[in-house]
């Protein structure tokens, strides 16, 4: 997992701040960062409180260490990656969020099933 998240989530990234409307980079990762930290939350509980019934389980340094990646990663891509995402922004459009809510919610939805059935991958 945490070989390939970081590369996927600094996609993420990097499609977000290309598309993020206003010209202040480090504004927008700050929001991202929010958000991603928001989700991220948000899914543990999910998936390790309310599906698995481990939360003794999550809330160990390393979980605070993966939330604090995810607050400093799009800083860090906004920084490394300001001249090309200034180069080459975008106006994102309704359709462009719904193929996005809808890749997500299939996203989840394997997931969830994967857990909740325990189907061993």
């Known amino acids: 997992m945490l070989t390939v998240?970081?590369?996927?989530?600094?996609?993420?990234?990097?499609?977000?701040?290309?598309?993020?409307?206003?010209?202040?980079?480090?504004?927008?990762a700050l929001i991202i960062a929010l958000i991603l930290l928001l989700l991220a939350v948000v899914m543990d509980y999910i998936f390790f409180g309310l599906i698995r019934n481990a939360m003794e389980e999550l809330y160990h340094p390393t979980t605070f260490y993966g939330y604090g990646?995810?607050?400093?990663?799009?800083?860090?891509?906004?920084?490394?990656?300001?001249k090309r995402i200034s180069e080459r922004?975008?106006?994102?459009?309704?359709?462009?969020?719904?193929?996005?809510?809808?890749?997500?919610?299939i996203c989840l939805?394997?997931?969830?099933?994967?857990?909740?059935f325990g189907i061993e991958i």
């Not at 990646?69 to 490394?80: D, R, T």
């Not at 106006?91 to 809808?102: D, L, R």
């Open 5 to 28: 998240a970081p590369v996927l989530w600094a996609y993420v990234i990097y499609l977000a701040l290309k598309t993020y409307p206003k010209s202040d980079l480090i504004k927008g």
């Open 89 to 105: 922004k975008k106006t994102t459009t309704n359709s462009n969020v719904i193929k996005a809510g809808i890749i997500g919610l």
């Open 69 to 82: 990646f995810l607050l400093v990663w799009p800083l860090i891509l906004a920084f490394i990656f300001k």
């Open 109 to 116: 939805g394997v997931l969830t099933l994967i857990i909740t």
